[in-house]
């Protein structure tokens, strides 16, 4: 029987993992996903959906499943997850692995204001007098923006917001990315944009608002990362993370290892 590992997925590397380990086997591999997404993409292996009900929930759900490792792919914002699985991880005794995507890094001609909440970010939309602002966030952030009222908007997402939050002045745009270079540009020129505001979620589906900006000289608002337990083993790419569950599988004694308290039910 192979041992069950945990995906903790909702985004595009948890499903390229999931997808190259279910052409490897020696793993049951289960996907969860937060259920924010309504009929999402379902990934290789089993999917169960929704949250675990906190901590304890989370510890509970690993022994009753009998996972032997977890893998936190989570997207870098969803820190409330990260912070969940390390100590979920230590209660139920099972190794865990946190894969993130690098983060952006500003070059030399980038024109950066980092900030480290959605609070800032306004209020250095306010100090540094932006006038027309490209608003590249989620939904639910949008309300830390309502009521900076100097600016013009052009807020772009993937689906309408409900209920759409009031801007004085504002346009909508709906689209999902990757996002190409060339229509990033245009984006930028078209609509006369001097401020980005973004959070720095690393990958390239993203990524080239941030090249047509540099090559404009327009300023990127950008949000950094929040913090996660210092103490979890991390990877970068797929391929390491792989690389770290070949080194479980090959530990017998692990697999075999004596059950935690909770998997004795305590
Ligand atoms: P979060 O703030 O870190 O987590 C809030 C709660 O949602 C967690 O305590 C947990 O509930 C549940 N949850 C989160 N991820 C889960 C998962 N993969 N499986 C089961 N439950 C999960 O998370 P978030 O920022 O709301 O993001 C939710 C999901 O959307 C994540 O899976 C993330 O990868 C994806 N996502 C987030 C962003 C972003 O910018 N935040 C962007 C793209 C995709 P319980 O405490 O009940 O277990």
């Known amino acids: 029987m192979p041992a069950n590992l945990l995906i903790l997925g909702g985004t595009t590397e948890a499903y390229d993992l999931a ?52 893998i936190d792919v989570t997207h870098p914002f969803a820190a409330r997850m990260g912070w969940n699985a390390a100590e979920g991880c230590r209660l139920a005794g099972v190794p865990l692995l946190r894969l993130e995507r690098p983060a952006w890094r500003p070059g030399p001609d980038d024109v950066w204001e980092p900030v480290e909440t959605w609070t800032g970010a306004a209020e250095a939309l306010r100090r540094l007098a932006a006038r027309r602002v490209l608003l590249a966030v989620g939904r639910q952030e949008l309300t830390h923006f309502t009521d900076v009222d100097d600016n013009w908007f052009l807020i772009r997402l993937v689906t309408p917001p409900d209920p759409q939050p009031a801007f004085q002045a504002a346009e909508w745009l709906y689209s999902r990315g990757p996002f190409a270079l060339d229509d990033e540009r245009a984006l930028l020129d078209t609509w006369a944009i001097d401020t980005i505001v973004c959070k720095n979620s690393g990958g390239e589906a993203t990524s080239a608002k941030l090249i047509a900006a540099r090559e404009r000289g327009i300023r990127v608002v950008m949000l950094q990362r929040p913090a996660r337990p210092a103490e979890v083993a991390r990877a970068a790419t797929v391929d390491e993370a792989l690389n770290w569950i070949d080194g479980l599988s090959g530990t017998s004694a692990y697999l075999d290892a004596e059950a935690s308290p909770y998997q004795r039910g305590v």
């Open 19 to 70: 997808d190259r380990l279910a052409g490897r086997g020696g793993w049951h591999v289960i996907n969860s996903l937060a259920g924010r997404t309504a009929n999402p993409r379902l990934p290789a292996g089993e999917t169960r959906i929704g949250g675990f009900g906190g901590v304890e929930g989370l510890a509970r759900y690993l022994a009753e499943r009998s996972i032997r490792a977890v």
